[in-house]
């Protein structure tokens, strides 16, 4: 008799915080201009924890940090992933900011507490009702093996590895086309015709 009561009460406590929530997604909208309220925070961060099968949860990394492989790990992040988390990992671009949820800041320990087969998951699978997008083909995946590796390396980052990702994230045309203009000047070659006509 006493468990089934504590089951209404607990019954009652949910659907009353789902009216609340409901009231406030009225109230304010779904913008993701907004931040997100603790309790949004807190729900995230349970499904993105639920969205990791527990099997794949506990699998290990077949990988050992190495120079090496934090270099390639490195290349990959700047190329691939930057455009959201930046080159330090804290999320602080433009994209990342304007997702819902934010890019998180991995180098805290929301994100470097997971063990490296959540963020295997996380990087290859994807997690739905994010940004996160799931990242190469079906099957293995050396690459989000590695990159789960290099989100342990964030925090210890050098000015110089900073540097090297800054050449290796992605450019539009007109910065690769205002890079090879300075290398012309550079390197004494005439201006092209066209680049003092902005």
Do not use: Y
């Given at each position: 008799m006493k468990s089934w009561k504590s089951g209404i009460g607990f019954t009652g406590l949910i659907l009353v915080l789902l009216i609340a929530l409901g009231a406030a997604i009225l109230r304010r909208g779904f913008s993701a201009r907004t931040p997100p309220s603790a309790f949004e925070s807190l729900l995230a961060r349970g499904m993105r924890r639920l969205a990791v099968p527990s099997a794949d949860r506990h699998r290990a990394n077949p990988f050992t940090a190495t120079p090496e492989l934090l270099a390639e790990a490195r290349h990959h992040f700047a190329d691939h992933c930057a455009g959201c988390h930046g080159?330090?990992?804290?999320?602080?671009?433009?994209?990342?900011e304007s997702l819902f949820p934010k890019a998180p800041d991995?180098?805290?320990p929301e994100t470097q507490n997971l063990t490296d087969g959540e963020l295997y998951y996380i990087i290859h699978n994807g997690v739905r009702f994010t940004g996160m997008p799931a990242w190469g083909a079906d099957g293995p995946d050396d690459d989000s093996w590695k990159l789960a590796l290099f989100i342990r390396h964030l925090s210890q980052l050098t000015q110089q590895e900073l540097a090297e990702m800054e050449r290796d994230n992605p450019k539009s045309e007109s910065e690769q086309a205002e890079e090879q203009e300075e290398d012309d000047f550079l390197n004494g070659k005439p201006a092209h015709p066209h680049s003092d006509q902005h």
């Open positions: 080159n330090d990992g804290r999320g602080n671009t433009t994209l990342g991995m180098r805290k």
